[in-house]
């Protein structure tokens, strides 16, 4: 599977964004799939993800942004709403043929990486 991300962009607080990654490849309904963010000098961190039609996502987001699927596009999209400066980071998509859901936060269980898209959120 091959993942391209995209719609990252220079915004302010409280504006919203949305992500689309793009898959290549069969069986992308199998996959589950996840974005992952990475701040400068930090850890990537979980932010959501969406496996058998259950959406997940980390509380630092959870009400703001949200993730969905569309398995006849191969797309999976995260919408961002009500942004804050701390969200700012390099965006990634991820793809997993074998995730189960006591680790579908761990970015170690993604077999399968886009390239990342940076997000900042002015003040």
């Known amino acids: 599977v091959q993942l391209q991300a995209s719609g990252g962009g220079l915004v302010q607080t409280g504006d919203s964004l949305r992500l689309s990654c793009a898959a290549s490849g069969t069986a992308f309904s199998r996959y589950t799939m996840g974005w992952f963010r990475q701040a400068p000098g930090k850890e990537r961190e979980f932010v959501a993800a969406?496996?058998?039609?259950?959406?997940y996502s980390s509380d630092s987001v959870k009400g703001r942004f949200g993730i969905s699927r569309d398995n006849a596009k191969n797309m999976v999209d995260l919408q961002m709403n009500s942004l804050k400066p701390e969200d700012t980071g390099v965006y990634y998509c991820a793809a997993s043929a074998g995730v189960i859901t006591s680790t579908i936060r761990d970015s170690r269980a993604y077999n399968y990486w886009g390239q990342g898209t940076q997000v900042t959120v002015s003040s």
């Open positions: 969406v496996r058998r039609g259950i959406t």
